[in-house]
């Protein structure tokens, strides 16, 4: 296995059984993060981050597939590899009742780590000052700035944060966000997930976004959006006609609250040429760049539609055909009624 | 080793250890109280009340002690005659005793192993409920999980859990016991019953303790245990209360024969060095059911080897769950 590969997952499976039945969570998942930077684990909500994160660190046991940290053999191997990874999972779980450099002591001296570098941890992270107060009194920020530097107790080669700026306030994510940025310029590999992709797009180096535990893309920021095409948003006076006679010279329109969404990177003149030649007047004309979230939206939401899949070879499951409930809506606008613009499920290089 | 020193350190500091130090200090004054109070010498109305009554019971022995001597004889004859048993009806312990009026008080050394014998049960519920909170609280809050992420080998991380609450449950029984013994001879000192500590009174106390001793680890190892597998400290908990009321108590009263393999048979012939338990035994006869209670002996080694036999069986579960468990 390559050494420049922090985390490699191939046909990862997990399927978790409780008295409520049972969930797929994970669908043979192949995952790669290189080396170095900060890559980002981006899937909507309950798409199964978490439960990926969980299975690299040994916490729960995949049905089947395997995975590797840094070469390493997961979970076989985990204790070697171990001491090269520090992960918060979900949110920073300590124990309440102590204090916090009481808690990072017991984990310096869980792992042998001189008490020594207690104090370094939480200097380096700001937290000398309120170190002897209980944990529980701490704010979720404080928290997770002590769940850091728990896992700076072991100098880890590989930092997996799952969704930390979960609930922090924009301070508090500009913090977690400038952490991350050093922590991969230290030369650390830094794993972030999310299902907030404007958070992620900052900082990433690399992106897989995933969707019902399968990959759907991945690759440099650059990449994943530079696939995608940008579009361009139009102010009309009668928004539904000028649809109509933009559909029908061949664009993908949809509408945009009281705008138009003219997508599949269409030329500026073309638009205001053909509209005029109906007698409609543009009062606005914006190019919009294709970020990581419309690209995510458009990704996840395919999925969602997706016809049946067969993605997983492995797993006729006839007892539940359709273990996944829809995905619910991956971000807070949304998308407006469908007319006849049904996105075409993309992946990797799939530009036309 | 040195996750099981991890392990003793963080229960040391947990405060929920504090707590069960101070429940079970309050419990030792309370029963020190309770011991004091019984041993008090009579005052002077009561010796004045004794005496009248005895000499009551004196005065009716006198005026009619003949003919309730002949009633006695002449019942325990006829009953001789029907069963054709040897039968003793007692009647030449009828005359009033003056002991009978003047109750003799138990002096130190003739009670103290009953006593820390008896307070057993309290300093183990304790210990379990210690042990149990200890990994159970620690599961709920997830903090087990972040531990996961830095010591991944699940077995090696049980056992120092379980160790661990055996190790603190040392010291939390032995001050306990320490401060229940110091209370029960100032309580008999103050009274002026300090007595009865002949050497062999103190081997009795010595080994009585040193037994509660070695049960209280148990305890923390199998409520520890309890506290992993079943995750929640009121479902560990519960689990203990059930088992007493439904198997200790029905099923042990329904099943006579269960006795023997009962937690407290078991406990109670660990802690007093051996135990009795009776089971009636009937025989039919041409005149009918004769039934009698008879006595059975439950040894040390019985008692023990069955506890640690039980204690080996949870561990091992625990540790199979465990392995393969899912830490979410
Ligand atoms: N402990 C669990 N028991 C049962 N189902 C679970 C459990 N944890 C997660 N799931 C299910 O697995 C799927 C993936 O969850 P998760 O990995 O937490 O997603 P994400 O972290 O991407 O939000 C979801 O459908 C979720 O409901
Ligand atoms: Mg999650």
């Known amino acids: 296995m390559p050494a420049d590969v922090a985390v490699e997952t191939r046909a990862l499976r997990k399927t978790y059984s409780s008295l409520k039945g049972r969930q797929v969570a994970v669908v ?27 299975m690299l660190l040994g916490l729960i046991r995949p049905d089947s597939g395997s995975m590797s940290l840094f070469g390493h053999e997961v979970p076989k191997r985990l204790p070697e590899v171990i001491g090269r990874v520090g992960a918060i999972v979900e949110s920073p779980k300590l124990f309440p009742a102590f204090s916090g450099r009481r808690n990072l002591v017991l984990l310096a001296d869980a792992i042998g780590a001189p008490r020594s570098r207690v104090d370094e941890v939480l200097d380096e992270t700001g937290l000398t000052d ?33 969704e930390p700026t979960n609930g922090l306030d924009p301070a508090g994510i500009h913090e977690i966000r400038r952490t991350m940025r050093r922590l991969a310029d230290e030369g650390r590999t830094v794993l972030v997930s999310s299902h907030i992709l404007a958070e992620v797009e900052q900082v990433a ?14 690759g440099t920021v650059a990449d994943v959006i ?20 933009l559909h029908a010279a061949g664009l993908q ?8 969404l003219v997508e599949g990177e269409p030329a500026a003149a073309r638009i205001t040429y053909l509209l005029a030649q109906q007698g409609l007047w543009v009062h606005e004309l914006t190019p919009v760049r294709a970020g990581l979230e419309s ?5 996840t939401r395919a999925d969602t539609l997706g016809a049946p899949d067969g993605a997983s070879p492995s797993a006729p499951d006839g007892a539940s055909p359709q273990p996944h409930a829809p995905a619910p809506p991956a971000a807070p606008s949304p998308p407006g009624p469908d007319d006849g613009t049904t996105p075409s499920r993309r992946t990797r290089g799939g530009a036309r | 080793m040195r996750l099981l020193g991890v392990e003793v350190r963080r229960l040391l500091a947990r405060r929920m250890l504090l707590a069960a130090a101070l429940a079970g200090v309050a419990a030792v004054v309370l029963i020190t109280l309770g011991i004091w109070s019984s041993t008090r ?41 029907l069963t054709g048993d040897d039968v003793d009806f007692g009647c030449d312990q009828m005359e009033p005793q003056r002991q009978w009026f003047f109750p003799e008080r138990p002096a130190f050394g003739d009670v103290a192993a009953d006593v820390l014998a008896t307070s057993s049960v309290l300093l183990l519920v304790l210990v379990l409920v210690v042990g149990v909170s200890a990994t159970a609280a620690e599961i709920s809050t997830g903090a087990l999980g972040t531990w996961l992420t830095f010591v991944p080998q699940r077995l090696r991380v049980l056992a120092s859990k379980l160790a661990s609450a055996g190790v603190v449950a040392l010291p939390l029984v032995a001050g306990l016991l320490v401060l229940l013994l110091a209370g029960l001879w100032v309580a008999h000192a103050v009274n002026g019953a300090a007595g009865g500590t002949d050497a062999e009174a103190w081997r009795d106390i010595a080994g009585t303790a040193l037994r509660i001793l070695a049960l209280g680890a148990l305890a923390g190892v199998v409520g520890a245990a309890l506290g992993v597998l079943l995750r929640h400290t009121a479902a560990a908990l519960g689990l203990l209360v059930g088992w007493a009321l439904v198997v200790e108590s029905i099923v042990a009263g329904l099943v006579p024969a269960l006795q023997p393999w009962l937690l407290r048979t078991s406990v109670a012939a660990w802690v007093q060095d051996g135990t009795t338990y009776w089971t009636t035994e009937c025989t039919v006869t041409a005149d009918g059911t004769s039934c009698q209670g008879v006595e059975h002996h439950v040894s040390l080694t019985h008692g023990s080897l069955w506890l640690l036999a039980l204690t080996v069986v949870l561990v091992l579960l625990t540790g199979a769950v465990f392995r393969r468990r899912d830490v979410v």
């Open chain 1, 205 to 218: 180096d690399t992106v897989s976004i995933i969707g019902r535990g399968r990959l759907l893309a991945s």
């Open chain 1, 28 to 54: 043979g998942l192949d995952l790669d993060v290189p080396t170095g930077g900060v890559h980002g684990f981006l899937g909507p909500n309950g798409s199964g981050k978490t439960t990926t994160i969980r």
């Open chain 1, 226 to 245: 530079g696939d995608r095409t940008a579009a361009v948003r139009v102010g009309v006076a009668e928004p539904e006609r000028a649809a109509a006679a």
């Open chain 1, 295 to 299: 690209v995510f939206l458009e990704l």
């Open chain 1, 130 to 162: 309120r170190a002897g107060d209980r944990y529980s009194s701490y704010s979720l920020g404080m928290k997770q700035r002590l769940a850091i530097a728990a896992t700076l107790l072991k100098s880890p080669d590989l930092l997996i944060f799952d």
């Open chain 2, 41 to 81: 010498p009579l005052t002077q109305t009561q010796l004045d009340a004794a005496e009248r009554a005895y000499q009551a019971e004196v005065e009716r022995w006198e005026a009619d002690g003949d003919e309730m001597l002949a009633d006695c004889e002449e019942a325990e004859a006829a009953e001789r005659d």
């Open chain 1, 253 to 260: 329109v949809r509408p945009d609250g009281a705008h138009l």
